[in-house]
């Protein structure tokens, strides 16, 4: 099939939608940051973990937080790139 190439209007929709969908996808991966760090807490309030364990742990998280973060900010900027590329 040969498609004709996309409009201006056309391609600055779907550079929104690669916007909107890399938005999504940096609050999914902060409501799992929270699910991790609610789960940290919990086990130090049960005696499970040390504090020390604890702020480990929640420094583990952030920085795999911020991770994958950066890596969804890059792709998504790539993508809109190509999107807009005539």
Do not use: H, W
Not at 33 to 41: E, F, G, P, S
Not at 56 to 69: F, M, P, R, V, W
């Amino acid at each position: 099939l040969v498609f004709p190439q996309p409009t201006e209007e056309r391609r600055r929709e779907l550079s929104k939608q690669v916007d909107k969908m890399g938005e999504d996808a940096k609050v999914a991966v902060r409501n799992i940051r929270r699910d991790a760090m609610d789960l940290c807490k919990k086990m130090k309030k049960n005696s499970e973990m040390t504090e020390d364990e604890q702020k480990a742990s929640e420094k583990l998280i952030q920085d795999l937080t911020d991770k994958y973060i950066k890596n969804i900010e890059d792709i998504t900027a790539r993508k809109v790139k190509e999107v807009m590329a005539i």
